[in-house]
């Protein structure tokens, strides 16, 4: 039997991250950047006001803390404007947000700091030369690197990229994995299931999973397990995937009629591994490519649990993310729980905060059968149990792995 550490290893060892392409920065979010962004104009690009208020000579209203100063109003700039004006000494523009200083302007007056009048404006404090203004260059200077290489891309860099003028940027791209599902007993969700039949869970389970990774997902459904239609599918897939998955391919006659299928294809290695639950899995690279291929249980809840600890941190390792996997935590037990001596558990649990210290809690949900689906739906994190544990009692401290959060 192989350990778990060992298949994850194995899992990591085949990510292959796909070639950088360039996008919009519309669909670039959540991608890791692949390229040094560097900027080709300053931001701002001129000298702006921060607030409405008036432009002024800062010097013009120096003594205005001691007593009030009167400017005639010469004028009103808006944003967008692309009109030159020149201030003469002791004048005031009226101006707007965003809008750019008049030639011999060094500062902004508040509206707040004023009169609010339109002909002749009152200003009853003094700003400092470069008060309320937005300098060229402030923000980002001419060559500067805005958006590093390996940065990833949330909405401050898509406002960034915009703001430097990028409409595309070079990414790494969304690895595309294709889901299958096999079982003769399987019905997709708008038939309703005859006699020993069941929905088709894993095809929509595994794509909802692998999307939540970060992956692009298609999800194939229901295959018929004849070999030469599933081996048509299958090496189709290998062509159009960074990676492939397939469920219900790995114990029975319909894991034979799998390998069956696929053994020209690559090597699949058909193992167990030392976890429950989702021991019985198997993974290999198919085809001219080496595609990393996996082969899950059946049963949906070890499908998930199996794709959540091997599956999930290969899509983000080919995302390129530095760390692949879920963050985790140590908390304390509030109910005792059972693991498979020999085996690596990888419990369903609901984690908790005790307001008062801030210690995190566990509750184990749903650990007597690895059927129960409707746990795993209930859970936001999983139990780990170590292979040489089998009895963990209330109050002990185990490792959780965070699971996607809920609302």
Request: charged letters at 20%.
């Amino acid at each position: 039997m192989r350990s778990v550490d060992e298949q994850l290893a194995r899992v990591i060892a085949a990510a292959v991250r796909p070639a950088p392409v360039r996008v919009a920065i519309s669909e670039s979010q959540g991608l890791l950047c692949a390229e040094e962004v560097v900027a080709e104009r300053a931001l701002p690009g001129f000298d702006q006001a921060a607030v409405d208020g008036y432009a002024v000579r800062s010097v013009d209203v120096s003594g205005a803390n001691a007593s009030p100063v009167q400017l005639p109003v010469v004028g009103e700039i808006a944003a967008g404007s692309r009109q030159p004006r020149r201030l003469q000494p002791g004048q005031a523009v009226r101006i707007a947000t965003g809008a750019p200083l008049p030639t011999l302007a060094d500062a902004v007056v508040p509206l707040g700091y004023t009169d609010g009048h339109q002909a002749k404006v009152t200003v009853n404090r003094s700003v400092p030369s470069a008060g309320f203004v937005r300098r060229t260059g402030e923000d980002v200077q001419t060559g500067d690197v805005a958006v590093r290489r390996g940065a990833s891309i949330g909405a401050a860099q898509v406002g960034l990229l915009a703001a430097v003028g990028r409409n595309k940027v070079l990414v790494h791209p969304r690895p595309r994995v294709s889901v299958i599902s096999l079982g003769e007993e399987l019905v997709d969700v708008d038939r309703t299931p005859g006699q020993g039949q069941v929905y088709d869970v894993n095809s929509y389970a595994l794509a909802a999973a692998a999307r939540d990774a970060g992956a692009e997902v298609s999800r194939v459904g229901i295959m018929s397990t004849d070999p030469r239609r599933l081996r048509e599918v299958i090496e189709g897939r290998l062509l159009l995937s960074e990676i492939v998955v397939i469920a219900g391919g790995v114990g029975g006659s319909v894991g034979d009629e799998v390998r069956a299928a696929i053994a020209d294809l690559g090597d699949m290695d058909v193992t167990r591994v030392g976890m429950h639950p989702g021991s019985a899995q198997g993974f290999g690279r198919l085809g001219p490519d080496a595609v990393p291929t996996f082969l899950l249980p059946a049963n949906p809840m070890s499908a998930l649990v199996v794709f959540e600890v091997l599956v999930r941190p290969l899509i983000r390792a080919a995302l390129g993310k530095k760390n692949p996997y879920r963050r985790a935590v140590s908390a304390r037990l509030l109910s005792p729980l059972q693991s498979t001596k020999g085996r690596r558990g990888f419990l369903r649990g609901q984690l908790l905060r005790d307001a008062d210290n801030g210690e995190y809690l566990v509750q184990p949900l749903g650990t007597s059968g690895s059927h129960l689906l409707a746990s795993l739906a209930e859970a936001n994190c999983l139990i780990m149990v170590e292979e040489d544990v089998t009895e963990v009692s209330v109050g002990a401290e185990v490792l959780v792995s965070f699971l996607a959060q809920r609302g």
